[in-house]
């Protein structure tokens, strides 16, 4: 009797011994190159051949593909010792040209639990179509852009740009226009586009005209065969106007103001929603002319300023007061008070007040 339970005890212990191990992934490959694919061909797939190659049954319980632009499938039944299992890799490359290097986290029951697939590849570009240049739409005509930014623009200078646009309808479209600033001349061209043509909105904008500074807005109203949606029909145009300080001399550069602000931010700690913060930023003409204060904005509604005056002679002082209104603001606050003068080194500064507001109880 004794012997057999040695016997047995033995046994038991050999296969404790063969089946110590657990379950083991082998990957067939671990890494793969779809080489070169076409965007037009869509979405490609790889499977990843793994042997469970431990003497346990081995179980996939979860895949993490690395971005959204890939699916994942897997062997969802266990995998008994020799056999074997996959996981799939999907990657779309619709929207995505160029080079891509993406993995596949794969959580198994096996030490270590996690290991990691990858694959890599490059997608061409697939050709454009001509609504794929034009994707906006203003009416019944498509446009690359609805708006046409002509960023930093000298207040001496007459700019010149263009945005495309075309006709993807089955009959003409005459594009004219409607309330038109003056400092603004706007045509397309050309003016009638056939179905299937493409054409242009040529802008001329003369900053001479504009009368204003910084960050500019206007808006034109686009007639499509005469028929004007004033709420819907309108195409933006951006600059940001400058002072042409480049033909001034070094007499006149020496002989410049100089605007120098005693802080640049203010911090007003923490403050009860609703409550208001008042801050006066000082600062002084250090320059030898007239400092002029061409324009004051803010971030955001929530700040008002006060300067004065516009003038300042060499060697005075003075101060932009603001007020901060915190109703209907919670949490850190960060706003902006921009300054423009005719400091030929510094035209354009920026003011900052921040804090907390706590939440009413």
Not at 31 to 43: S, V
Request: aromatic share 6%; proline share 5%.
């Amino acid at each position: 009797m004794k012997k057999a339970f040695f016997t047995l005890v033995a046994t038991f212990s050999v296969i404790a011994a063969m089946a110590q191990n657990g379950p083991v992934v082998s990957w067939t490959e671990s890494t793969y190159n779809f080489g070169e694919i076409k965007e037009a061909d869509g979405p490609v797939t790889h499977k990843f051949e793994l042997t469970n190659t431990g003497d346990a049954p081995l179980v996939i319980t979860y895949v993490k593909p690395s971005c959204g632009c890939t699916t994942s499938d897997y062997t969802k039944e266990p995998i008994m010792p020799g056999a074997k299992g996959y996981v799939s890799a999907t990657y779309n490359p619709q929207g995505r040209p160029g080079p891509f290097n993406k993995s596949i986290d794969v959580t198994t029951n096996c030490k270590p639990e996690v290991t990691t697939v990858r694959f890599k590849g490059n997608v061409i570009e697939r050709e454009k179509t001509i609504a794929d240049l034009h994707p906006r739409k203003i009416g019944e005509l498509n446009l690359e852009v609805n708006h046409i930014s002509l960023l930093k623009v000298k207040n001496t200078e007459v700019r010149t740009d263009s945005a495309s646009i075309a006709n993807l309808t089955d009959k003409p479209l005459k594009i004219t226009f409607a309330s038109v600033p003056k400092h603004i001349k706007i045509k397309a061209v050309p003016e009638t586009l056939e179905p299937n043509q493409q054409g242009n909105i040529i802008v001329e904008y003369d900053a001479t005209q504009r009368s204003d500074w910084g960050f500019v807005m206007d808006k034109v109203i686009i007639s499509i065969n005469g028929n004007t949606n004033s709420n819907k029909n309108i195409l933006s145009i951006s600059a940001t106007i400058e002072e042409d300080f480049s033909k001034y001399s070094q007499d006149q550069l020496e002989s410049a103001p100089k605007m120098v602000f005693d802080e640049t931010s203010f911090n007003f700690g923490a403050i009860t929603q609703g409550e208001k913060v008042n801050h006066s930023f000082k600062f002084r003409n250090e320059g030898k002319s007239d400092l002029v204060i061409r324009k004051i904005t803010t971030s955001c509604g929530c700040t008002a300023v006060n300067s004065k005056p516009d003038v300042i002679k060499p060697g005075e002082s003075s101060s932009i007061d603001i007020t901060f209104n915190s109703v209907d603001k919670t949490n850190r606050q960060n706003k902006s008070i921009t300054i423009i003068c005719n400091d030929p080194k510094n035209s354009q500064q920026i003011l900052h007040i921040v804090g907390d507001v706590r939440k009413k109880q």
